[in-house]
């Protein structure tokens, strides 16, 4: 009778060494080894998908951290907007913002050069320029308690400038959002 249980052991065994090489996979997956944002996402997805199969669920956190740590810097604003969100966006709405800022970086021409920069960002006299301009526009906007309705105005301005809407976009949220909170912790 000890035949079945070697054929327990090993199938457990086989069952652990699929589940290491899954989760290396799924951490080892880069958007450089893609041609497309769709197919990086489509590949972890399927990783994932495949943990779940042998019953190591990935949570979403996870996922979408993961979806974050593979990109590379031309996508750092965007990392940073995702990843200072509370709670974490869903997988497939992460998904939907890079499939976006895909879009902006491959057909915007106020970010061409964004490609060829290690980070993502304009040159920092254009980035301070940006910044000060902001500063300016949202001290504005804040007084008149209109903080989100300058953000595609703004983004238009800015990137004629050279910088990332999703920069600027970002700013915007945060800067309406601290002036919201402010606003209502003084009520």
Partial sequence: MSFPKEESDSSIKD????????????????????????AYVKRLKSIADSLVEIGDEISNSDKVLQLLAGLPNQYLPLKNIISSRCPLPNFEEASSMLYMQEDILLHDPSVVGAEQSSSGFCTVDKFVDVVETLGTVVAAAGTLGLGTVFAAPLGTVVGAVGASRMIVFG????MSGWKNWQALRRK
């Fill in 171 to 174: 700013a915007v949220s945060a």
């Fill in 15 to 38: 069952d652990q060494i699929r589940r290491a090489q899954l989760q290396i996979q799924f951490h080892g997956t880069r958007r450089e080894d893609f041609q497309s944002i769709e």
